[in-house]
């Protein structure tokens, strides 16, 4: 009595015979949807599935692993978008400038602050409500003809950017590397409010400094030589000095010391379960002392005790 073999097919390709099964769930599978694995071949929702139970590469930090700095090519372009606009239109400076407190005055022109004010002029800058300046500063430059640098400002900073960003982001992840960008922009920004609210201050530079902290900060940590590191903040801090001449000394300072202290925090918290939020904590402490910082700086300065 003859018997009749049993034909299998593929689960995902139901009109394909086939006799190998995936070794995971056990399911036949057709030569297309075989997939190599250690052992035999699995298919594709197997393979999908042991992706996502698998743990992820992290940084020295707790942050994912990226080969790509996208976070500093995104930074980057946001900057050289924002020198276009403020060249077509020039006026974007003097509303979005880093400015503790200025007066407009009845002739569309800019003055220096003062409490009370003369009749006809109207209060600009952090003082008068305008918080945003205090993060949109960093993103302008000097237009290409103004004052000491001009396009030799954007230019500088983002080649700067350029190089320290592709270092110190794959060394924090993607998110840690933003948080302490945007913390040591801030960072600039409150100390030029603390120190020099009069002055209406652009650039990434604070920004930029804070990155150079960290590289130093994350280079000790990792064990490198640092021997070119050394150099490099010796560089960092005699630019600090010689700049104070010719831009905002306070932007640079505030975004280094921002910038080393979120650093610090990122490197040196140990591992562990609660390392991400005791990083998120420390950035939002950080966060919560600029606003403490700007607010009683803004209160002063509206009650004419400069």
């Known amino acids: 009595m003859d018997s009749e073999s049993t034909v299998t097919t593929c689960y995902r390709h139901p009109k394909v015979e086939c006799h190998v099964r995936c ?54 372009a946001v900057n050289l978008l924002a020198y276009l606009a403020e060249v077509l239109r020039p006026e974007v400076v003097d509303r979005f400038a880093m400015v503790g407190a200025g007066l407009l005055g009845p002739d569309g022109e800019h003055y220096l602050w003062m409490d009370p004010h003369p009749a006809g002029f109207t209060p600009e800058g952090v003082a008068a409500g305008e918080w945003y300046r205090l993060l949109t500063g960093a993103f302008l430059h000097l237009p290409p003809t103004g004052g000491t640098f001009g396009i030799l400002h954007i230019v500088m900073n983002m080649v700067a950017l350029w190089n320290l960003g592709r270092l110190v982001e794959p060394m924090l992840g993607r998110v840690h590397y933003l948080a302490l960008y945007l913390l040591s922009a801030l960072g600039g920004s409150v100390l030029v409010l603390l120190l020099a ?16 902290a960290a590289y130093y900060v994350m280079a000790r940590r990792v064990g490198a030589d640092m021997g070119p590191v050394n150099r490099f903040l010796a560089g960092l801090l005699v630019w600090l000095v010689i700049s104070a001449v010719f831009t905002s000394w306070e932007g640079h300072l505030g975004g280094l010391l921002a910038g ?28 919560v002392l600029l606003a403490v910082l700007a607010l009683a700086k803004a209160a002063a300065l509206g009650s004419g005790t400069f």
């Open 23 to 76: 070794t995971r769930c056990e399911r036949y599978i057709c030569p297309d949807c075989m997939r190599e694995a250690a052992v035999g071949h699995q298919c594709p929702e197997c393979v999908k599935e042991g992706a996502r139970s698998m743990r992820q590469a992290r940084t020295l930090v707790g942050g994912r692993v990226s080969a790509v700095p996208v976070v500093t090519y995104v930074l980057i």
């Open 260 to 287: 080393g202290a979120v650093a610090l925090v990122f490197a040196h918290v140990h591992r562990g379960r609660h390392r991400v939020l005791v990083q998120a904590a420390a950035c939002a402490a950080l966060l």
């Open 197 to 212: 609210p009069g002055d209406a201050v652009v650039g990434a530079s604070g920004a930029v400094f804070g990155v150079g």
